[in-house]
């Protein structure tokens, strides 16, 4: 495992898409309220609690910042429809936003997206593309569909009302432990990370905020140690099986958020995150994915390496829509 810091400041952007407040994400906690699930902190031992966004109503976050983008488009555009890429949880999130609120959606996703994600979507009602799994394939079909049909782009992360929805789930955690010392999140695209950073960071600056990624996917950690945003090939980072962060690159809104609020980006291994995910299930009976795993993978060794204050610490699980087959035989077969 490996942290880097954010305390290089610089940032080779030079325009930011928007901004994102505390009062965006206030404003967008009242939004959602009545489509979300407000998720408990589970507390995993002393000092340290798990926010259960597997507990979410889609069994992952991605439904805070896709209720909160499709509840503030006009009539024009919720006639026309929504059109997302995803490789499952913020393909659920849209799906169940737009079964919500009455709005056609359409959803490219790739074909190495687990099943489970897949059926879920197709669930709530939204239309399924299934591509190839570089991700330049899906974002051209998404655009596609938006030229032929006139849809609206739902962006996975980089979309600031996108980002002040994930904020919510930060809000709750200061609500709901308001002397939390450390608070560690899943990364991929950085929406989540970004968003719970500002919320955390503007009500107290004394909490700190880490990003969690894999080894084999470590954009986020390149590009805070370059101080530029940097770009992976799909390739490389389908490697891991924490399919939700196999994004290419934190989003250009989101990695200057990052780099203002967030403390720095620690990468795990695939060992640790399996392990990470069997220890939810064995021992605190969490069904939880691989990619929700990634804050526990990381726990031991930032904890040995001092990069923690002391306090309270909330590990973000992003989700919990895992193949219950591989789930099954994690359990069966793992030695430690």
Request: charged fraction near 20%; hydrophobic fraction near 45%.
């Amino acid at each position: 495992m490996t942290l880097t810091s954010s305390s290089t400041k610089t940032t080779a952007l030079t325009t930011m898409p928007a901004s994102v407040s505390l009062q965006d994400i206030e404003t967008a906690q009242q939004r959602i309220a009545p489509a979300i699930y407000r998720t408990p902190l589970v507390q995993l031992d002393a000092g340290l609690y798990a926010k259960a966004e597997n507990l979410q109503r889609t069994n992952a976050f991605k439904l805070r910042g896709a209720y909160n983008f499709l509840a503030q488009l006009d009539e024009d555009a919720r006639t026309r429809g929504v059109v997302a890429y995803s490789s499952g949880n913020h393909a659920q999130g849209v799906a169940c936003a737009a079964h919500l609120l009455n709005i056609p959606a359409t959803i490219v996703i790739p074909n190495n997206a687990p099943e489970v994600k897949v059926a879920a979507t197709e669930r709530w009602g939204a239309t399924v593309i299934r591509c190839g799994n570089d991700h330049s394939i899906r974002e051209r079909l998404a655009k596609e569909v938006v030229e032929r049909e006139g849809r609206t782009l739902v962006h996975a992360f980089d979309h600031p009302w996108i980002v002040a929805g994930q904020g919510t789930a930060g809000l709750e955690i200061l609500d709901d432990l308001p002397d939390v010392a450390n608070v560690l999140v899943c990364t991929g695209g950085g929406g989540l990370l970004a968003g719970v950073a500002v919320a955390i960071k503007e009500r107290n600056p004394k909490v700190k905020v880490f990003g969690v990624e894999p080894e084999l996917a470590a954009d986020a950690a390149e590009s805070f140690a370059k101080g530029e945003r940097t770009v992976w090939e799909s390739s490389q980072v389908s490697r891991t099986i924490a399919d939700g962060v196999r994004t290419i690159a934190l989003g250009e809104l989101n990695f200057t958020l990052a780099q203002r609020y967030v403390d720095g980006i620690i990468t795990v291994s695939e060992d640790a995150i399996e392990e990470a995910t069997y220890t939810y299930a064995a021992r605190h009976r969490m069904v939880v994915e691989p990619t929700g795993a990634l804050t526990l993978a990381a726990l031991p060794e930032a904890t040995a390496q001092g990069h923690l204050q002391e306090g309270s610490t909330v590990l973000m699980v992003s989700g919990g829509n895992v193949d219950l087959t591989w789930l099954a035989n994690l359990l069966a077969h793992h030695t430690h």
